[in-house]
């Protein structure tokens, strides 16, 4: 039996980073996972952080809004994992 996984990241960071752990660690296929903005006008997250923090004296910038977060989905094929890939997801911060 199929069980679909979703939880939601506030950075792209936080979502890749737990991709990494399903794929490298737990031996999720990547082609069972799916990535995209939680809406339709984000891809970047909405925490900011790294390059994205305010630099001193520069205008601000409308081309990548912080509007939503990251949406991460999992097609679990082996319904044993569903505990092992929760745990991994709500380890980087997701909201499930």
Avoid: C, W
Avoid at 47 to 57: I, L, M, P
Avoid at 82 to 89: D, M, R, S, W, Y
């Amino acid at each position: 039996m199929s069980t679909t996984l979703t939880g939601t990241f506030d950075s792209r960071d936080q979502a890749d980073m737990a991709v990494e752990r399903l794929v490298q660690e737990i031996g999720i296929e990547r082609t069972d996972i799916f990535v995209a903005a939680s809406g339709p006008d984000n891809s970047a997250g909405n925490r900011t952080g790294g390059a994205d923090s305010e630099t001193v004296d520069q205008d601000e910038r409308d081309d990548a809004p912080l509007a939503g977060g990251i949406m991460v989905s999992i097609d679990l094929q082996d319904d044993a994992k569903v505990e092992v890939v929760t745990a991994a997801l709500e380890e980087f911060g997701a909201q499930l």
